[in-house]
C-alpha cells in the first residue's frame, strides 16, 4: 500500500520544479518522499517475491483493485473495513458472492471491483491444486502474467508488481509519462533509469526501479502535473 497524505504547509517547501530539470526534479522529489513517506517506501522496498504469502498478495491485490481510479487516501481509510468485510483469500472464496457483496457494499458499493476480488480469491485457492509457489510463478511473477487476474490491467500490472516484490518495473502512470513528455525522454523507464544513476553517482545506495518510481509518485501525485500537461502541449 502507499496512501497519501493531504497537501500541508510544511510540504510547499519541497515543492519540485519542471524547470529543475528531470535529476534535479528527483533529487528534491526523494527528499520530499523521505521526508514524508519514508515508512511506506521502506516497506515496499523490503518486500521479497520469493517470500511473499497469499495474505500479502490478496490484502495488496485489494488495494489496487480498489484504488484503481479512486482516491488513495479514501481508499486508504476504508482498507481496514475492507479486509475485514472480504477476510483473507480462504474465507473469500468459500462464500457466495451475493453474501459477500452484502458486507462489503457497507464499505465500499462498487460490485465490478468486489467481483473481481472475489474471483481471485476462488483462482488462488481452486487452481487445479498447484502449490502457492508454483501458482506465484506460473500467475504472478511478471506484470504480463499478473494482468490474467480480474481488473488488473496493463497499467495496475506494474503497480501491483511493485507492490508484490517485483520492484524492477515501472508503472507507466499519467504523471509519469507527463513528466517524461516534457523533458523529451522517451519513455518513463529511461526517465527512471537516468534519475537513478544519477542518485547513484551522488553516493547513494542503488534503489529498483520501482522505488524511483514510487518516489516520482508521491511527489507527482502531491504536487500535482497538471502544468507540465499543459506545457507540453503547446
Known sequence: MEPRQSLSVAMQSYRPSLE??????????????????????????????DDVTPEH??????WVVHATG?????????M????????????????????????????????????????????INDNDGLTWGKFKEGYLSTPQKLTKLAFIGPIT???LARN???????KPDLHLVRMAKYW??????????????????????????????LILWYAASTFGTIDIKVAGER
Not at 515508512?39 to 522496498?45: A, N, V
Not at 479512486?70 to 476504508?78: L, R, S
Not at 479486509?83 to 452484502?102: D, K, M, T
Open 20 to 49: 529543475d530539470g528531470p535529476l534535479k526534479y528527483f533529487e528534491k522529489a526523494y527528499i520530499f518522499a523521505t521526508q514524508f513517506y519514508n515508512e511506506q517506501i521502506q516497506q515496499i522496498w523490503s518486500v521479497k517475491f
Open 57 to 62: 498478495f490478496f490484502r495488496e491485490y485489494i
Open 70 to 78: 479512486f482516491n488513495a487516501k479514501v481508499v486508504a481509510k476504508m
Open 80 to 123: 481496514p473495513r475492507l479486509v475485514e468485510a472480504y477476510g483473507n483469500h480462504r474465507e473469500c472464496a468459500c462464500q457466495l458472492f451475493e453474501s459477500l457483496y452484502i458486507r462489503v457494499s457497507q464499505v465500499c458499493a462498487h460490485k465490478g471491483k468486489a467481483k473481481s476480488v472475489h474471483s481471485t480469491a476462488r483462482y
Open 157 to 159: 500490472c506494474y503497480h
Open 164 to 170: 508484490i516484490g517485483l520492484l524492477e518495473f515501472v
Open 184 to 213: 523529451g525522454i522517451k519513455d518513463c523507464d529511461e526517465m527512471c533509469k537516468m534519475m537513478r544513476d544519477h542518485h547513484t553517482s551522488q553516493g547513494f545506495d542503488p534503489m529498483p526501479l520501482g522505488i524511483v518510481d
